[in-house]
């Protein structure tokens, strides 16, 4: 598991310093899928399994097998000038989230690392999945609920907690290994405000890792509205390595498509659920640390995020194309090696010391 995580790092390094330029992609870093060119999806927009929404997704593309981890961000970032995540302090990863996902990066930053990512591998073209294509990824043609089937597998048991994946009873479990502890309800609207509680009294997890106490929206009650968690969700949230839980890797080799972060898709679609209900959004897919076990299905539907915002439990997961013949010899062929711009999709991308900047042709041309 080192050894795949250094080769990573190395990779991504070697790239943002132009030391290298991949023709093909690693098949430690993104997995092969092919399908007939469409996806039903496993359920409907009300959360009912069984869907026959039927959605066009690529017959071939490349899924990244984890997602973009801090480490990877701050390769782009230091390539081109963007700004550090809020939750790093000072600009500086969390001490030993490296290999976390990123997360306070709206899908507009993650398009911009995507334009970044294509000119280090000038063969393919980088995005966001659909909700599709990020669907099939998760649990491919046996079609269960979770990526290693329809149980959660979930144990809870004397005060330690068995899973295949990071969700809200993995932090729970966490902080009851100290249930006398002290939390201090921290939300001015509150109806509790100043007041301490022992964590014992505020949450708990039954055997099956269903959280109770966990938020109360209405009165602003729960872990969540605790000095506590403010504390856990200052420094980027109780994520996990990109590579852990191997026990939950999904049948194409992708690794926590349930839990530890949301992940953008391109999907624009009505929320039918959480703040947004109603907007239209950005689908996120997944699940969080933050969310119960439910909502880390992969069939489950309905959230999603205004893609220029940032938020605390959303990450990246992005997925590549071939080019075609022509895009391939406009990224090779540079029409200035200085500023290495390059023709893709009649935009023009110029990639210098300052970053990737997307012009339109006609505006580019004039200068």
Known sequence: MMVKRNFCLIFFTLLSAGICQAQTLPDALFTHITSDGSYTMLADKDNHIGSDEQVAISKEYYMARHAVSNAQWQQFITATGQQAPSYWSGGAIPEGKEQHPVVWVSAD?????????????????????TQGEWEYAA?????????????????????????????????????????????????????????????????????????????????????????????????GGYTCAIDAYPDGVSPWGCYNMSGNCWEWTSTIEEATNGAEKGQMVNIIKGGSWYATKGSCKVSYRGEGRKGSGRYATVGIRVVAEKRSAANIDNIQNPISQTYRQYELSGRRAS?????VHIADRQKFLAK
């Not at 970044?116 to 995005?127: C, V």
């Not at 966490?174 to 964590?199: C, D, W």
């Not at 990639?351 to 970053?355: C, F, L, M, Q, T």
């Open 109 to 129: 930053e993650a398009q911009a690392y995507c334009q970044w990512l294509g000119a280090q591998y000038p063969d393919y073209a980088f995005r966001l999945p």
């Open 139 to 235: 649990c491919g043609s046996q079609r269960t609920v979770y990526p290693w089937g329809n149980d959660a597998d979930v144990i809870y048991q004397d005060g330690m907690l068995t899973s295949r994946f990071n969700f809200n009873a993995v932090v729970g479990a966490y902080i009851l290994q100290n249930p006398n502890q002290l939390a201090t309800f921290n939300n001015p609207k509150s109806t509790r405000y100043g007041e301490q509680e022992q964590v014992k009294n505020i949450f708990s997890i039954n055997s099956e890792g269903n959280v109770t106490g966990w938020i109360d929206h209405g009165n602003y009650l729960g872990f969540v509205y605790t000095d506590l968690f403010t504390a856990i969700n200052e420094t």
């Open 351 to 355: 990639v210098n010391s300052k970053g």
